[in-house]
């Protein structure tokens, strides 16, 4: 039988058949047979099997997703969706230098009607100074379109009710101090605690605030082993105290030159030291796509999500029902995405997102 994991992301349809069949190495004996059609992330597969009841069973399946189409049709992919949601390392942007084509792929999707949201798991920025960051790169975006992890840390702590009189403890940059204090939220930590060491005498013990009822992680370069100690005290000896990460990716893209670590290095850290696992409010976790889709009123059928990893952008995508296109501008090559490790295959893939104009105009 599947496991309730697998058959919960997949739908089956069942088709007698009466040829013999094979399912890896193991010949499966049988008295009936079945076709079974197994619907993936928008994407078929089929297998065919024998069974018997009460005879031999199998043991195990292994199910894997058809392999990612290239895109070819850009304007059926447009027409089929109302809304795109871009993620912006690597997609929008490489460092602080703007991907060719980027402006001129924007203003063709608008032109024909299309939402754009941005959506990045980079929580050192805050909305407003990601519109700072669009608008030197000489795009046109709106506050409102942009949705940073950092923002996302703060809503998740609006949605639960995180009590106005406790306070956050931050492992992170400036985003996150601003959305917080943007949501009325008391917090400490943050860049101002890179400085401060920790002196190991004998008999040492670290103070830490006991109104501190959440820890949230992200990115840091002015992570030390002050804010290790503070933070894994904090989610330890206070009683109810949550664990947040803004995203557990594991590198990110400072410069064009390299990849560099990520914010999933200063989340390991404190899961490490706590032995908890923390609560993501980024990618691929679903809560900032059903923000988006309840703040704009959007099916999320009619979305388009287009990323360049597949770990988060795309699994973001299939975990909340869209489309998805993975692009390789970024993190993942096409060797990555062919390779038969990869288990997560998008709808479809291509170079870079203003293949939208080439791909149309070749279309035509």
Same mark, same amino acid.
């Given at each position: 039988?599947?496991?309730?994991?697998?058959?919960?992301?997949?739908? #089956?349809?069942?088709?007698?058949?009466?040829?013999?069949?094979?399912?890896?190495?193991?010949?499966?004996?049988?008295v009936?047979?079945?076709?079974?059609?197994?619907?993936?992330?928008?994407?078929?597969?089929?297998?065919?099997?024998?069974?018997?009841?009460?005879?031999?069973? $199998?043991?195990?399946?292994?199910? *894997?997703?058809?392999?990612?189409?290239?895109?070819?049709?850009?304007?059926?992919?447009?027409?089929?969706?109302?809304?795109?949601?871009?993620?912006?390392?690597?997609?929008?942007w490489?460092?602080?230098?703007?991907?060719?084509?980027?402006?001129?792929?924007?203003?063709?999707?608008?032109?024909?009607?299309?939402?754009?949201?941005?959506? @990045?798991?980079?929580?050192?920025?805050?909305?407003?100074?990601? =519109?700072?960051?669009?608008?030197?790169?000489?795009?046109?975006?709106?506050?409102?379109?942009?949705?940073?992890?950092?923002?996302?840390?703060?809503?998740?702590?609006?949605?639960?009710?995180?009590?106005?009189?406790?306070?956050?403890?931050?492992?992170?940059?400036?985003?996150?101090?601003?959305?917080?204090e943007?949501?009325?939220?008391? /917090?400490?930590?943050?860049p101002?605690?890179?400085?401060?060491?920790?002196?190991?005498?004998?008999?040492f013990?670290?103070?830490?605030?006991?109104?501190?009822?959440?820890?949230?992680?992200?990115?840091?370069? /002015?992570?030390?082993? /002050?804010?290790?100690?503070?933070?894994?005290?904090?989610? *330890?000896?206070?009683?109810?105290?949550?664990?947040?990460?803004?995203?557990?990716?594991?590198?990110?893209?400072? #410069?064009?030159?390299?990849?560099w670590?990520? =914010?999933?290095? $200063?989340?390991?850290?404190?899961?490490?030291? @706590?032995? *908890?696992?923390?609560?993501v409010?980024?990618?691929?976790?679903?809560?900032?796509?059903?923000?988006?889709?309840?703040?704009?009123?959007?099916?999320?059928?009619?979305?388009? $999500?287009?990323?360049?990893?597949?770990?988060?952008?795309?699994?973001?995508?299939?975990?909340?029902?869209?489309?998805?296109?993975?692009?390789?501008?970024?993190?993942?090559?096409?060797?990555?995405?062919?390779?038969?490790?990869?288990?997560?295959?998008?709808?479809?893939?291509?170079?870079?997102?203003?293949?939208?104009?080439?791909?149309?105009?070749?279309?035509?």
């Open positions: 039988m599947l496991s309730k994991a697998v058959a919960s992301a997949v739908s #089956t349809t069942l088709t007698p058949i009466t040829t013999s069949t094979f399912i890896g190495l193991k010949r499966v004996s049988c009936s047979s079945y076709f079974f059609s197994f619907k993936w992330n928008n994407s078929f597969e089929t297998k065919s099997f024998k069974c018997q009841s009460g005879g031999s069973r $199998m043991e195990k399946i292994v199910i *894997r997703a058809s392999a990612a189409q290239p895109l070819k049709n850009a304007d059926q992919l447009i027409d089929s969706v109302e809304t795109f949601i871009f993620d912006c390392d690597g997609v929008i490489k460092g602080d230098k703007l991907i060719d084509g980027v402006p001129e792929t924007l203003d063709m999707l608008r032109s024909k009607g299309k939402r754009l949201v941005f959506v @990045t798991n980079n929580s050192t920025k805050s909305r407003k100074q990601y =519109g700072k960051k669009f608008e030197t790169l000489g795009l046109n975006i709106s506050e409102e379109e942009i949705f940073a992890s950092s923002f996302a840390a703060a809503a998740y702590l609006k949605s639960i009710d995180f009590p106005k009189d406790k306070k956050i403890y931050v492992i992170g940059e400036d985003g996150i101090l601003k959305e917080l943007l949501a009325g939220f008391q /917090y400490l930590g943050g101002e605690d890179g400085a401060k060491k920790i002196e190991l005498k004998p008999g013990l670290m103070e830490h605030d006991k109104d501190v009822g959440a820890v949230v992680v992200g990115f840091d370069r /002015y992570f030390n082993y /002050y804010k290790v100690q503070y933070g894994t005290l904090c989610i *330890r000896e206070n009683p109810g105290c949550l664990f947040i990460a803004t995203n557990r990716d594991a590198v990110t893209h400072l #410069t064009d030159a390299q990849e670590a990520g =914010g999933g290095s $200063m989340v390991g850290a404190i899961l490490g030291s @706590t032995q *908890r696992e923390p609560q409010v980024g990618k691929p976790s679903t809560f900032m796509m059903d923000y988006v889709a309840n703040k704009f009123g959007i099916l999320k059928s009619q979305i388009c $999500m287009v990323g360049d990893r597949l770990d988060t952008d795309i699994l973001f995508g299939q975990n909340g029902g869209c489309k998805t296109l993975l692009v390789l501008s970024g993190v993942t090559s096409l060797s990555m995405l062919q390779s038969p490790n990869n288990t997560v295959q998008p709808d479809f893939y291509t170079n870079k997102i203003s293949d939208f104009l080439s791909l149309k105009a070749a279309a035509v």
